[in-house]
């Protein structure tokens, strides 16, 4: 019996995204995780700012956080303004977050978030990646297959 497909993640808009992390990480699993934002944060992302470029997160006290993620500060938030670069926490089931800090502590992957966005609720959300980081030849090789398959619809196109 064919095993069954991961749902896919319903993405209504994208607020940022961690491009470099398929380059730079082989991805294993992905998950779907909340985030506990305070209401600036929320105003900050709903504006379009936000950046999770070099952030990562981390099975702390039996919580996972992402650390060093920019949200930047709300233009009209006044004294009630957030931190931009705070801790954030990330909402998820208890068996994940198990099933992560096993991962975690057991095979040295690593927790790279690849997307912020908003469901269709309107509810921000992270797409949290399981991942293994890559060697330079291993980047090299994913240089030369993403060429070739580039090539080879290339080909493709022209010839039909």
């Known amino acids: 019996m064919a095993r069954p497909k991961p749902p896919i993640f319903e993405k209504t808009r994208i607020v940022a995204e961690n491009r470099r ?3 730079e990480y082989s991805i294993e699993d992905t998950y779907e995780a909340g ?3 305070t209401g600036t944060e929320v105003k900050s992302l709903r504006g379009g700012e ?3 470029a070099e952030s990562y997160a ?3 006290e039996g919580a996972v956080w992402l650390v060093n993620s920019n949200i930047p500060e709300f233009s009209h938030g006044n004294r009630f303004n957030h931190e931009p670069k705070r801790a954030r926490k990330l909402l998820l089931r208890e068996r994940e977050i198990n099933k ?3 991962a ?3 095979d040295g992957m690593t927790l790279v978030p690849l997307t912020v966005y908003f469901n269709s609720k309107g509810r921000a959300k992270v797409e949290l990646a399981l991942a293994k980081g890559r060697k330079d030849h291993d980047k090299r090789e994913a240089i ?3 060429d070739w398959k580039r090539e080879a619809a290339r080909i493709m196109r022209d010839r039909g």
Do not use: D, N, Q, W
């Open 21 to 23: 992390a398929r380059f």
């Open 35 to 37: 985030i506990a934002l």
């Open 50 to 52: 936000g950046s999770i």
């Open 58 to 60: 981390e099975v702390k």
């Open 100 to 102: 992560l800090h096993g």
């Open 104 to 106: 975690v502590a057991r």
């Open 144 to 146: 030369k297959e993403r």
